[in-house]
């Protein structure tokens, strides 16, 4: 129900654009978020924003650089990427909340999952 893209390839520096449509059913009432995992590493939280996009929650390594916003018209969450590292270098994925319009910092709370998309930043 959630499908997320706009990874690749870029060099550091470079920007991306992620995107996650859900399908099946709306989220417009849901908070929703994005976390990673890099390779031999746990999923991270990334950040996260709430149904009527008030509230933003992202981390201190990202906050500069990634923007998490949503379109609830066209069903889509975004994260810009800007001035990428080697270190962001993971699959990301999209998640929503079922009965939660604020958002969380954990994997836990989010009970919708996307497949994730691929980013990989070169030096």
């Known amino acids: 129900q959630l499908q997320a893209s706009g990874g690749g390839l870029v060099q550091a520096g470079e920007s991306l654009r992620l995107s996650c449509v859900a399908s099946g059913r709306t989220f417009r009432n849901s908070a929703m978020g994005w976390f990673r995992q890099a390779p031999g590493k746990e999923r991270q939280f990334v950040a996260a924003i709430s149904w009527n996009s008030r509230t933003i929650y992202s981390t201190d390594s990202v906050m500069a650089r990634f923007t998490i916003s949503r379109d609830n018209a066209k069903n889509t969450l975004y994260l810009q990427l800007n001035s990428l590292t080697p270190e962001d270098t993971a699959i990301y994925y999209c998640?929503?909340?079922?009965?939660?319009?604020?958002?969380?910092?954990?994997?836990?709370?989010?009970?919708?999952w996307g497949q994730g998309t691929l980013v990989t930043v070169s030096a």
């Open positions: 998640a929503a909340r079922q009965y939660s319009g604020s958002n969380s910092y954990t994997g836990a709370d989010y009970d919708y």
